[in-house]
């Protein structure tokens, strides 16, 4: 179903320039997202005893279910590797990148259900990670629906909402450093503040696509009526 400000957004140019402000979140995202799966991948081929109690307790957690963790963030680390040459303009000529975010967005979803079984925070974690993973799997599909009818512009659109919530796991690293720096005021350790640094980190990177989205269909709408008004 379109609705007007999908229509509206049909009409602009899909690779249209973004903010500043919008390149450098997405670029501190994308480079915290590779720093995490990296220290991940070592974390889990070379795991350490030392180091803080409650990072060595999560690094065991993980290694409990190594394969299945390998085989959620290889995909996601390609995913976020690719994403820049599908939704940046100066890219826009190189077309399979975009083509394989939809199977990698696939298995990064799927395997994300998986790993909510073992979720450190509980049924707060997990519940945001099926609400947010659900939405990323329905933003991709949307993505690739339109990209089969040759609607670039609403592909686009979906697909920034897609990328937008992936990345959203990046968001919620320094909201997990600033539970761990409060720990020792606030005695609160993994287990309690993890479901909540999901859920705002995920909510932080959702509401600033949805209103950079919103903000783009205001901006379609006055040109085109500064269009209408000036013939």
């Known amino acids: 179903m379109n609705t007007g400000a999908e229509d509206v957004n049909s009409c602009s140019s899909p690779g249209s320039a973004s903010p500043?402000?919008?390149?450098?979140?997405?670029?501190?995202c994308t480079l915290?997202?590779?720093?995490?799966v990296v220290r991940r991948m070592i974390a889990l081929e070379f795991p350490s005893p030392s180091g803080p109690p409650q990072l060595v307790?999560?690094?065991?957690?993980?290694?409990?279910?190594s394969t299945l963790t390998m085989a959620h963030i290889l995909p996601a680390l390609a995913f976020v590797l690719l994403a820049p040459f599908a939704i940046f303009r100066r890219f826009s000529r190189v077309g399979w990148p975009e083509r394989w975010l939809f199977p990698l967005g696939g298995m990064v979803g799927i395997t994300a259900y998986a790993m909510s079984v073992y979720s450190i925070g509980g049924w707060i974690e997990r519940s945001a990670v099926l609400f947010f993973n659900s939405l990323f799997l329905f933003s991709l599909a949307r993505a690739w629906l339109y990209r089969v009818r040759g609607q670039p512009a609403l592909k686009m659109r979906w697909l920034m909402r897609a990328v937008g919530i992936l990345l959203g796991i990046a968001t919620t690293r320094p909201v997990m450093?600033?539970?761990?720096?409060t720990t020792p005021f606030t005695h609160l350790g993994p287990r309690q503040f993890f479901g909540v640094a999901f859920w705002i980190g995920f909510l932080i990177n959702w509401i600033v696509v949805e209103c950079w989205l919103r903000f783009k269909?205001?901006?379609?709408?006055?040109?085109?009526?500064?269009?209408?008004?000036?013939?």
């Open 20 to 28: 500043s402000w919008l390149r450098v979140g997405f670029w501190a």
């Open 217 to 231: 269909d205001r901006s379609a709408r006055a040109g085109t009526l500064a269009t209408l008004q000036n013939k």
């Open 32 to 36: 915290i997202a590779v720093t995490v």
């Open 177 to 181: 450093g600033i539970f761990f720096a």
């Open 57 to 65: 307790q999560l690094d065991r957690i993980f290694a409990s279910h």
